[in-house]
């Protein structure tokens, strides 16, 4: 189980349950009493990647569930396609097993397929929270995909990963990020994952982009102010929060993760994103 050393309160009394699908099984937990919130991480990254956030909305009255993607973690790595839309399916298939519609909290490229879940399916999405999200393609030259496509070749997948995720921590790191860190390269180096990682890797956000128009749920965007990811984090967080009428929060000191590099910062604008749109009981 992939959530293993890193261990809180949170996860000990938490047990990893599956969404069994025709290719392949989605692994998440569920613990906490309240209103539904299923977080979701990035590529790349573990359900852990919520280690620090988790437990302080359980604390506020909410039933937290945390997921790996498809070809991550404790999921299987057996599908025979990654991306946006298959994770938003993955998204989909959790909320039906848990029998409630749900607030969808996703980060970076799982930001997007949260918003596409909410486009497919209004009644099992009843607010999003996007953090660092990536709903549309960026500006990068030919040169550049070239360079990524080769960074992320399944063979040295895993090592180039652990070296280049840290960059993304621009701001407060969480003291515990060597160990995650090297727990997302244990995790990668098993046989098929470092594929799934690369394959999922090349995803285009393409399709999250041509339905933002037809999602209705209440959004709460929440950018970190260093996040390296894109030119302007604040530009880019003003405009997903206009395209989805939803409202913007910048976190300071916090780049791609503020998840768990400022968790009591994000964690009280979600309470206060609940509260506010009549999602917090």
Known sequence: MYLSHMATDYSSVSSTQFVDLPEG?????????????????????????YRHLAPLLVE?????ATTDLRGHGDSDATFDSY????????????????GAPAVVVGNSMSAGSAAYAAAERPDLVCGLVLLGPFVRDGDLGAFTKAMLRVATAPPWAATMWKAYAPTLYAGRKPEDLDAHLSQLKASMKRPGYATSFSRTARVSHAPVEARLGEVSAPTLVVMGEKDPDFPDPRVEAEWIGSALGGTVTMVPEAGHYPQSQQPDLVSSAIVGFLDSAGLHG
Do not use: H
């Not at 692994?27 to 990035?42: C, F, H, K, M, S």
């Open 83 to 98: 991306g946006s839309v298959e994770t938003a399916g993955d998204i989909l298939a959790v909320i039906e097993q848990l």
């Open 60 to 64: 506020a009255g909410c039933r937290v």
């Open 25 to 49: 099984r989605i692994a998440y937990d569920v613990t906490g009493e309240g209103p539904l919130l299923l977080l979701v991480p990035g590529m790349g990254d573990l359900r852990s990647a």
